[in-house]
Nanobody
């Protein structure tokens, strides 16, 4: 069992940066690959980025590649989403999630645990 709590959302101007945090509680955090997803009103939940157990492997959605990163701190059971050059289409609720799967990290249904989400609003 892993409980996840996101924080760090808020209002940011287009072109700005924001860093989201996801704090995990429970055992064996480093057994889970971690992902970030986002969901805008009226749209499906969208994959953003994922990181492997050790942090050595990352996978990015094409729309955020080069702008977002996903640092991971296993000692403190934290994963982050560093977002740079935010655009108006970045307005969404952002969720972190945990999975024991070794592959297919882009599919929401492959994640066993989810946080409650944190809202990010990008103003133009």
């Amino acid at each position: 069992q892993v409980d996840l709590v996101e924080s760090g959302g808020g209002l940011v101007q287009a072109g700005g940066s924001l860093r989201l945090s996801c704090a995990a509680s429970g055992r064996m955090f480093d057994n889970y690959a971690m992902g970030w997803f986002r969901q805008a009103p009226g749209k499906d939940r969208e994959f953003v980025v994922a990181v492997s157990w050790t942090g050595a492997t990352t996978y990015y959605a094409d729309s955020v590649k080069g702008w977002f990163t996903i640092p991971r701190d296993n000692a403190n059971k934290q994963v982050y989403l560093q977002m740079n050059n935010l655009k108006s289409d970045g307005t969404a609720a952002y969720f972190c999630a945990a999975t024991t799967r070794a592959v297919e990290w882009t599919t929401p249904g492959h994640y066993q645990y989810w946080g409650q989400g944190t809202q990010v609003t990008v103003s133009s």
